[in-house]
């Protein structure tokens, strides 16, 4: 598939979809905040990832991927470019099939390592910006 294919097959049409964002904040002038309530009115279920909240945007706030109670269809990141690297290790082993790295934000050993294990990669895009694009809302 090519980047576009993966970008509409990882959006859907939202119904029923779920997104762990890894670095939710819950400062609301952050990109992470304003992104994810953004999906979560488009349909999307949001599971933060942020071991320093007990709650954000109305959800349970959850302290890695291991610890949510669903496989989410989407992991989206908003955390540097080192910390990526573990992400994709902790989904390997989940078995998660899709990293979504916002904006600003690259890892290419992180993202090869990810492909190479079966799992679908956009990097340095705003899933925000792609969801208005391609989903037209």
């Known amino acids: 598939m090519n980047e576009t ?14 997104i762990a964002v890894v670095g939710l904040s819950d400062n609301p002038a952050k990109p992470s905040h304003y992104v994810s309530a953004y999906m979560q009115k488009h349909g999307y279920k949001i599971y933060p990832v942020n ?30 470019p080192k910390a990526i ?13 899709n990293i979504w790295v916002q904006q600003g934000i690259v890892n290419l050993e992180a993202a090869a390592r990810a492909e190479q294990g079966g799992i ?17 809302r």
């Open 5 to 18: 294919e993966v970008i509409e097959a990882m959006l859907g049409d939202g119904k029923g979809r779920s």
């Open 51 to 80: 071991p320093t909240l007990e709650s954000v945007l109305g959800e349970k706030s959850y302290a890695s991927l291991s610890e949510l109670p669903v496989k989410p269809d989407i992991v989206n990141v908003f955390r540097l």
């Open 85 to 97: 690297p573990p992400i994709v290790d902790e989904m390997l082993a989940l078995g998660l099939k």
């Open 120 to 136: 679908h990669v956009v990097m340095d895009r705003c899933i925000m910006v792609e969801h208005r694009r391609h989903c037209g």
